[in-house]
Structures are given as structure tokens and as C-alpha cells.
Nanobody, 115 residues
């Protein structure tokens, strides 16, 4: 059974930083594309960042480029999202995503950025 468990969310002031972690189990982590998505209240779930398992290629949403950094540690089966220069519009539930032959989702972690 695949499990993705996010942690590291919380309340932070604008301009601050947070580091999200997603611990994966039940899948071959090193062969999974890993990503982060977010969903703000009343809005759809949006792509944030992704890191490819084979090439290591990284992709970001335009809204977070230069502020967020995705990374992975295959030895720990964990993917991270370092978020700097946070803005109130970054407030959302952040979901971890794993893509192998199918998509898997974590339950999310709340990030709230106060102005």
C-alpha cells in the first residue's frame, strides 16, 4: 500500500520560509516522479513543482520560480519543498504526489502565510 505523508506546514509571516517533507512508502521511490501541488480555498489543485526520477529534471510553476526548491533523497524515500520569500497568496494545502504507473497523493499539509 502506497503512503505519502507530508509534514512541515504551518503558519509563517510573509517573507518567511518553510520546508515541507513528504515521506513515501510502498513504492519504488527511486523510480517515481515526485511532485508538489497546492489547493487554496475555493480553488482547484494546482501544480507547484516536480522532479523527474530518471533525468532529475525539475519543473516549477511560474508563480514559485526563484522562491521554491524541490529536491529528493532516494535513500530516505523523501521529497522536499523548500519555500522561501513566502507570500500570502502561497497560502494553501500542499499535497505530495508520486507518479509511477499511476498517481498517488498524500493527505496534504496546511501552509498559511500571514501578511
Amino acid at each position: 500500500q502506497v503512503q505519502l505523508v507530508e509534514s512541515g506546514g504551518g503558519l509563517v509571516q510573509a517573507g518567511g520560509s518553510l520546508r515541507l517533507s513528504c515521506a513515501a512508502s510502498g513504492l519504488t521511490f527511486s523510480s517515481a516522479d515526485m511532485g508538489w501541488y497546492r489547493q487554496a480555498p475555493g480553488k482547484e489543485r494546482d501544480f507547484v513543482a516536480r522532479i523527474n526520477w530518471m533525468s532529475g529534471s525539475i519543473f516549477y510553476a511560474d508563480s514559485v520560480k526563484g522562491r521554491f526548491t524541490i529536491s529528493r533523497d532516494n535513500a530516505k524515500n523523501t521529497v522536499y519543498l523548500q519555500m522561501n520569500s513566502l507570500k500570502p497568496e502561497d497560502t494553501a494545502i500542499y499535497f505530495c504526489n508520486a507518479h509511477t504507473f499511476r498517481m498517488y497523493w498524500g493527505e496534504g499539509t496546511q501552509v498559511t502565510v500571514s501578511s
